[in-house]
């Protein structure tokens, strides 16, 4: 049976599946060593507490699922320096099989609704220059550039831009 996103689920996880989660996160940084601002060195690295410590209240995680086969993953995040009306989009990732089906629409629409929930009034999230199909896909959610560029903290070579979403709640 092909991926299509009228065969997945996209759950939010807790603690007690921090192995979905790390399966999911671990095979993201694999595939797309250059699309987050962690590296799999580290995730690697990571106990099952600190696993089961990102998925708790303040980092809400979904992940997409067909048969129970995690296909993609996203995370919505508060950083203490952003205002309390907005908050980022994070970890976006999706596998290569389920690109293009709808799951990557599938995941962000579940990650948005969340925010309107928290009150965020504007979304943003950062997408490298090099990853083109994303920076498309963002575009035609209706994501725009702000006009920020950063680079990755563990390599100044990948640059970024930061977009942004304004929700109308």
Do not use: C, K
């Not at 600190?50 to 992940?63: A, E, I, N």
């Amino acid at each position: 049976m092909p991926t299509g996103a009228a065969h997945v689920s996209v759950v939010r996880v807790g603690p007690d599946q921090w192995r979905v989660y790390r399966d999911v996160r671990i095979a993201s940084l694999i595939d797309s060593p250059r699309a987050f601002w962690s590296t799999y060195a580290e995730a690697s690295d990571r106990t099952q507490e600190q696993w089961r410590g990102r998925l708790g209240p303040d980092f809400p995680t979904w992940v997409a699922l067909e048969d129970g086969r995690p296909l993609g993953t996203v995370a919505l995040w508060h950083a203490p320096h952003q205002a309390r009306a907005e908050g980022l989009l994070v970890g976006m990732w999706v596998a290569s099989v389920a690109r293009g089906t709808g799951v990557a629409d599938a995941l962000v629409q579940g990650a948005l609704e969340q925010a309107r929930v928290l009150g965020w009034r504007r979304v943003l999230l950062d997408v490298a220059h090099e990853n083109h199909r994303a920076a498309t896909f963002y575009r035609r959610l209706g994501f725009s550039p702000t006009g920020e560029v950063g680079e990755m903290p563990w390599d100044p070579s990948v640059t970024e831009e930061t977009l942004a979403l304004d929700l109308h709640t």
